[in-house]
């Protein structure tokens, strides 16, 4: 009868392991450390119609006419934190007034809820700068679409993109930047 219930407290003692050991995986998904997301999206173009000027553009009537094309508002090159993360990151204002934030040549690792996050918080290098990118004033801006190539995340209307002058590759499962970015006027 002992022999039995030392059986069972084995078995027990097991599936407890072994649900433990599943649920870890699951939350830390570290296959997507060796899987990447590729995304080679194109710059988009919007067509020129009248607009009004954006707020980080001249209002006189004697300013240069807006430009047709897409134009570089501002620019920044990421730094390593959590993990070792390169590429450039711009804010585009479109023909039509509307902005984009542009990841260009971004190569990092993938992982579990990676976001854009535009914070005010300065980018910081070293382990300093892993972690404060969600203390301040913060907007996530979408889910990281893949963690290699170009890709574009349009900006909310009437959104003041320069009151967050930084970028960061977010995890929010971990709360920590894998790379982050310092946006400077172009």
């Given at each position: 009868?002992?022999?039995?219930?030392r059986k069972r407290r084995w078995a027990a003692v097991v599936v407890a392991g072994l649900a433990v050991a599943v649920a870890g995986l699951l939350w830390f998904e570290p296959w997507?450390?060796?899987?990447?997301?590729?995304v080679n999206e194109a710059l988009p173009s919007a067509?020129?119609?009248?607009?009004?000027?954006?707020?980080?553009?001249p209002s006189s009537a004697s300013?240069?006419?807006?430009?047709?094309?897409?134009?570089?508002?501002?620019?920044?090159?990421?730094?390593?934190?959590?993990h070792a993360t390169t590429g450039v990151v711009r804010i585009v204002r479109l023909a039509d007034g509307t902005h984009t934030l542009r990841l260009e040549g971004l190569d990092t690792s993938n992982g579990p809820d990676l976001r854009v996050l535009l914070s005010d918080a300065p980018v910081k290098e070293g382990r300093e700068?892993?972690?404060?990118?969600d203390d301040g004033k913060h907007v996530d801006l979408a889910e990281l679409k893949g963690n290699k190539g170009d890709q574009n995340y349009p900006?909310?209307?009437d959104f003041d993109w320069s009151a967050y002058p930084s970028v960061s590759i977010w995890c929010d499962r971990?709360?920590?930047s894998f790379g982050a970015a310092a946006l400077a006027r172009a």
């Open positions: 009868m002992e022999s039995v219930t997507a450390l060796w899987v990447d997301e590729t067509s020129a119609t009248p607009r009004r000027p954006a707020a980080d553009e300013a240069a006419p807006a430009p047709s094309g897409p134009v570089t508002v501002a620019r920044g090159t990421f730094v390593s934190h959590e700068g892993w972690d404060v990118f900006l909310p209307a971990f709360d920590v």
